[in-house]
């Protein structure tokens, strides 16, 4: 029995295929390809800008610390970028094509992914009544850049983990320092 069809890497690639080909659906492609959009930044910065204007001194900081972390989360994907190479699976997975063009060249981890979970951690341990939705709005933005052919499952996953620890990264030395 050949042990290839089970492995993880196919496993990824079958799962990215399958994505790509439901968001091939005209208003399918056109709602995940509006959640990428929003999660280019514009949202992002939209709700870091309503945090400071209407949270006081504690808004500002909470948008100060949100945008650090978003600096640091930049830097950190762009350098595991050039680093692993890893092409993206409109490139390399027959079957797979973009429906949206890519921002860079490479596809491991997910920018759009480690941003939104980073900033979601941060929002939501400020503001928990925005939980339901910045955590949804975040799986979505995930989950749109494998249905739009730029991610495999696996570079979202690892974008939701770094994501993650940066973010608790960052209420941890709030509290250390503050």
Request: hydrophobic share 55%; with cysteine.
């Amino acid at each position: 029995m050949n042990a290839a069809p089970r492995s993880p890497r196919n496993l990824d690639r079958r799962m990215c295929v399958a994505a790509n080909r439901w968001g091939a659906r005209r208003a399918i492609g056109v709602f995940f390809g509006i959640v990428s959009r929003l999660g280019d930044g514009v949202f992002w910065y939209a709700l870091m800008s309503v945090i400071a204007l209407v949270g006081g001194l504690h808004g500002l900081a909470v948008a100060a610390q949100m945008a650090l972390t978003g600096l640091t989360a930049l830097m950190l994907y762009r350098v595991l970028k050039r680093w692993t190479k890893r092409p993206r699976p409109f490139r390399s997975c027959p079957g797979v094509i973009a429906h949206v063009p890519p921002l860079d060249e490479f596809s491991f981890p997910s920018g759009h992914t480690l941003q939104a979970v980073a900033f979601t951690v941060v929002a939501v341990a400020h503001y928990p009544v925005l939980a339901p939705f910045l955590i949804g709005f975040a799986a979505l933005i995930g989950a749109s850049r494998v249905v739009l052919g730029l991610h495999y499952p696996s570079d979202v996953l690892a974008a939701t983990a770094i994501g993650g620890t940066l973010g608790a990264l960052s209420l941890w030395l709030e509290r250390a320092l503050f």
